[in-house]
């Protein structure tokens, strides 16, 4: 069965980074894009990022263009999110999807950026 696991999130100062990984399993991963997103509480789940299944086509939500970039290793079944700049506002649970909001989802990690 398809399972998508998030790691790397944490506490970090604004103006601070992170990295989030996404292990991937149950599915041939070299053949679906993935996609980053988040929700903060009191808001909808909000696209992040996306990435096609070779890794050479990207694209950002506004929020986060210039920010953010998210790449993939295809031989390591992993995708990740590099966040830099980190804002209050990007504090939010962030998850790893495939297929959309209709899709599959990982369990999601906590970012919380504060001073």
Do not use: H
């Amino acid at each position: 069965q398809v399972q998508l696991v998030e790691s790397g999130g944490g506490l970090v100062q604004p103006g601070g980074s992170l990295r989030l990984s996404c292990s991937a399993s149950g599915f041939t991963f070299s053949w679906y894009a993935m996609s980053w997103y988040r929700q903060a509480p009191g808001k909808e789940r909000e696209l992040v990022a996306d990435i096609e299944n070779t890794g050479r086509i990207t694209s950002y939500g506004d929020s986060v263009k210039g920010r953010f970039s998210i790449s993939r290793d295809n031989a390591k079944n992993t995708v990740y999110l590099q966040m830099n700049s980190l804002k209050s506002e990007d504090t939010a649970v962030y998850y790893c999807n495939r297929g959309g909001i209709n899709g599959y989802w990982g369990q999601g990690t906590q970012v919380t950026v504060s001073s």
